[in-house]
Structure formats: C-alpha cells, structure tokens
C-alpha cells in the first residue's frame, strides 16, 4: 500500500503547479483524498480535501480560489491544481488516504505519500 506524490518543484509567485498522488496497493476510490502541507518550522496543516466520489470539497480559506483537487478514480490517482501561487504556499506538500468525510485532521487519515517540495520564489 503506497501514496506517491509527485510534481513538485521551483516556481516564480504567480506561478502554476499541479501536483499529483497515485496509489498502488489499494483503490484510492474507496477513500477520501487530502492534501496537506508543511512549511519549515511549522505544523502540517490541510489545505484541500475530496471524498471518495469527489463530490465533496473541502478548501483552506488561505488557497480558496487558487487551488483545485480533482480525482480520476479511473487512474487511482488525485490532482492538486494550484495556480497563482504565492511566496507563503512554499512548502512540503503530501497526499493522504482516509475512510471518514469529512477528514479535517491528520488522525483521520490513515496512508500517507512521501510528500512533494513546492518552493515558491522570486
């Protein structure tokens, strides 16, 4: 059972990524889908999250607008557009894996990726 994030990487503010969790092991449908991130010095926190049907969305306040999660059950595998990206979204990026909805917090998920850099700077 694994999560691998991918598509990180260096971009100007302003810029565009979109990064993605493919899972091997297990049929991601069964599980709701979170995005998390992690800035030097500070906790993990959830930026995005989509259930199991995608249906159902959850936004921090802080990417409200500039960031999209989509999933494509059909390839097990979830996306993370992010667009107009700004210097504070600098982190390490990870997908997590979990059976409850809404999942708001890190216990309730319960496979997690290695995680993806996404530096953000000018």
């Known amino acids: 059972v694994q999560l691998q994030a991918s598509g990180g990487g260096l971009v100007q503010p302003g810029g565009s990524l979109r990064l993605s969790c493919a899972a091997s092991g297990f049929t991601l449908d069964d599980y709701a889908i979170g995005w998390f991130r992690q800035a030097p010095g500070k906790e993990r926190e959830i930026v995005v999250g989509i259930n199991w049907s995608g249906d159902s969305t959850y936004y921090a306040d802080s990417v409200k607008g500039r960031f999209t999660i989509s999933r494509d059950n059909a390839k097990n595998t979830v996306y993370l557009q992010m667009i107009s990206l700004k210097l504070e979204d600098t982190a390490v990026y990870f997908c997590?894996?979990?059976?409850?909805?809404?999942?708001?917090?890190?216990?309730?998920?319960?496979?997690w990726g290695q995680g993806t850099l996404v530096t953000v700077s000018s």
């Open positions: 997590a894996a979990g059976v409850s909805w809404p999942a708001l917090w890190i216990h309730e998920y319960h496979y």
